[in-house]
């Protein structure tokens, strides 16, 4: 699946930093596992060092004991350990970078875990003049690759460290969205390896080709999620207009904290609504403002500080008094302990070192929650953010608005599988901790606080004229669970929604055995 986010996911989730065919030429190797049988797979199972080892994804509260993990190093690999799990009966789950905020691919019943870190490639394809990004290519290789060979990026997450594979899967955005709309909006094509009503694997091309027989199954990737109909083993990217987005030569970051002592409820609200009105005000595609990519973390109380952190292309005309100005915005009337406005490398500030992880080594787990915003809060839940933010037991815990809008919105709803296509930000929830035994408590803290905030509509965000559902690479099964999503629309119609029935039916056609599922699987039609 895997995160999305602009926001490195040491911001996102810590708080700590703020910081086929056709001649192909590229960085990445297929086939470049040590140990593989020639032309095969590796085979690893539970006794082999390699094992644990490579059984944990990123979030550490999530572990499956799967009878085999199959590394594998290309398409025709995936096609026959797919066959052979089909044969043997055995459930499939799917990772490349191992980002999933839920246990998707860790679930109990998970027999073989499809391990497409080989697969890493990324290049360029001459006959269908697009780029090609293998799956378990992380975004930092991408960005670098792309930059290298041919000055161009795609406006994907902040989190060099994240897979390729199911963040393009689930619409992928970040710093660079609201000038260039979602990932997707640059997807061309993919290769898929998908399960017949024979229970045969093969080996599938879908593109956006309007005369494509296999386009439906290129729509159903365009935010769709991953683990859904398939293994994608290859994406192709490029925009309509041809190309991909130039690379910037440089991003201009401001960064301004205060301490918490300084806040009432009447200032932390003030400032959640400045932040939410300035979006409303600014997100229509095309104005010079949605080249601003803006983040304001605050933390429970308990954590002492809220940050607001706004980047943008340096070569953006006029672009030091757009920031000033959004910052004299939104923290008017509050005295900062930290500001500073630095000036670096693009290609540097997307792909440093360690911003990709949560906390430390030994801090891994972690719960998270999201929405979709078309304006800012509605007092309602303004005062139940200020409740939970101050309350006991959240010493952990935060709350994120990331901009979102833009170019994004440019978009209708039923040309790609991303359904909100009118928001202007995504909110995040979480909290992240060190050990087991406090996994209740965490749990419990940031599942009240979203009830708490999304209360008038069931405890989730059901679509109405301030929430518009959810994110899928954000994935929360929560939404799928009637103790705490008691609005009577199903997570599926919260992250879809009106995509929803076409998803279904693309599922009904290319995995009629529904060989490809996970707690918030698309369901066929």
């Given amino acids: 699946m895997g995160n999305s986010g602009g926001v490195s996911r040491r911001a996102l989730m810590a708080g700590a930093g703020v910081v086929a065919a056709g001649g192909l030429i590229g960085q990445?190797?297929?086939?470049?596992?040590?140990?593989?049988?020639?032309?095969?797979?590796?085979?690893?199972?539970?006794?082999?060092?390699?094992?644990?080892?490579?059984?944990?994804?990123?979030?550490?509260?999530?572990?499956?004991?799967?009878?085999?993990?199959?590394?594998?190093?290309?398409?025709?690999?995936?096609?026959?350990?797919?066959?052979?799990?089909?044969?043997?009966?055995?459930?499939?789950?799917?990772?490349?970078?191992?980002?999933?905020?839920?246990?998707?691919?860790?679930?109990?019943?998970?027999?073989?875990?499809?391990?497409?870190?080989?697969?890493?490639?990324?290049?360029?394809?001459?006959?269908?003049?697009?780029?090609?990004?293998?799956?378990?290519?992380?975004?930092?290789?991408?960005?670098?690759?792309?930059?290298?060979?041919?000055?161009?990026?795609?406006?994907?997450?902040?989190?060099?460290?994240?897979?390729?594979g199911g963040h393009i899967a689930g619409g992928g955005y970040g710093p660079l969205s609201r000038r260039y709309g979602a990932v997707v909006d640059h997807l061309y094509g993919v290769e898929v390896v998908v399960v017949g009503k024979d229970g045969k694997a093969r080996v599938v091309t879908a593109t956006r080709e309007d005369d494509d027989p296999h386009r439906e199954l290129w729509w159903a990737h365009t935010g769709g999620g991953g683990g859904n109909f398939g293994v994608v083993t290859r994406y192709w990217l490029r925009s309509p207009q041809g190309g991909l987005p130039p690379v910037p030569q440089n991003m201009v970051q401001h960064v301004v904290f205060w301490d918490w002592g300084q806040f009432t409820e009447e200032k932390l609200g003030g400032l959640l609504t400045r932040f939410g009105t300035w979006h409303e005000r600014h997100s229509a595609p095309g104005v010079p403002e949605a080249g601003l990519y803006g983040i304001l973390e605050v933390k429970h109380q308990a954590g002492g500080i809220v940050m607001l952190a706004v980047q943008a292309d340096a070569g953006l005309p006029g672009v030091d008094a757009m920031i000033t100005e959004f910052v004299r915005g939104v923290s008017e009337g509050l005295t900062p302990v930290f500001e500073v406005r630095k000036t670096t490398p693009w290609l540097h500030r997307m792909t440093w070192p360690g911003t990709g992880e949560p906390g430390d080594v030994l801090t891994r787990r972690y719960k998270i929650k999201a929405a979709y915003l078309r304006r800012a809060f509605a007092p309602g839940q303004v005062k139940a953010l200020w409740r939970n933010l101050t309350n006991a037991g959240g010493q952990n815990g935060s709350v994120l608005?990331?901009?979102?809008?833009?170019?994004?919105?440019?978009?209708?709803?039923?040309?790609?599988?991303?359904?909100?296509?009118?928001?202007?930000?995504?909110?995040?929830?979480?909290?992240?901790?060190?050990?087991?035994?406090?996994?209740?408590?965490?749990?419990?803290?940031?599942?009240?606080?979203?009830?708490?905030?999304?209360?008038?509509?069931?405890?989730?965000?059901?679509?109405?004229?301030?929430?518009?559902?959810?994110?899928?690479?954000?994935?929360?099964?929560?939404?799928?669970?009637?103790?705490?999503?008691?609005?009577?629309?199903?997570?599926?119609?919260?992250?879809?929604?009106?995509?929803?029935?076409?998803?279904?039916?693309?599922?009904?056609?290319?995995?009629?055995?529904?060989?490809?599922?996970?707690?918030?699987?698309?369901?066929?039609?």
Avoid at 37 to 56: C, F, H, S, T
Avoid at 442 to 462: F, I, Q
Wanted: some cysteine.
């Fill in 28 to 164: 990445g190797r297929a086939g470049a596992v040590p140990g593989a049988a020639q032309g095969g797979a590796v085979k690893i199972v539970p006794g082999d060092v390699r094992y644990e080892n490579l059984l944990r994804g990123n979030n550490f509260r999530f572990a499956g004991r799967p009878d085999e993990i199959r590394v594998v190093t290309e398409a025709r690999q995936v096609a026959e350990a797919v066959d052979e799990a089909v044969r043997a009966g055995r459930r499939i789950a799917v990772r490349s970078g191992g980002h999933c905020f839920e246990n998707l691919t860790a679930g109990a019943g998970v027999r073989t875990l499809l391990d497409l870190s080989g697969m890493d490639h990324v290049g360029f394809d001459e006959r269908r003049k697009a780029f090609e990004v293998q799956p378990g290519a992380t975004l930092g290789q991408v960005y670098r690759t792309l930059c290298a060979g041919w000055g161009v990026t795609i406006p994907g997450g902040g989190c060099p460290e994240v897979g390729a």
């Fill in 401 to 525: 608005l990331i901009g979102y809008g833009g170019q994004a919105n440019a978009v209708r709803a039923q040309d790609t599988a991303i359904a909100q296509r009118d928001v202007v930000m995504k909110a995040v929830y979480q909290s992240i901790w060190g050990e087991e035994q406090e996994d209740a408590a965490n749990l419990a803290w940031v599942r009240e606080l979203y009830r708490d905030v999304y209360a008038d509509t069931g405890g989730v965000p059901v679509p109405n004229d301030v929430n518009d559902g959810s994110y899928i690479n954000y994935a929360d099964a929560d939404l799928a669970d009637p103790a705490w999503n008691t609005s009577g629309v199903s997570a599926q119609r919260l992250y879809y929604k009106d995509n929803y029935p076409r998803l279904q039916r693309v599922k009904a056609r290319w995995d009629p055995r529904g060989v490809f599922t996970h707690s918030l699987a698309v369901e066929p039609g």
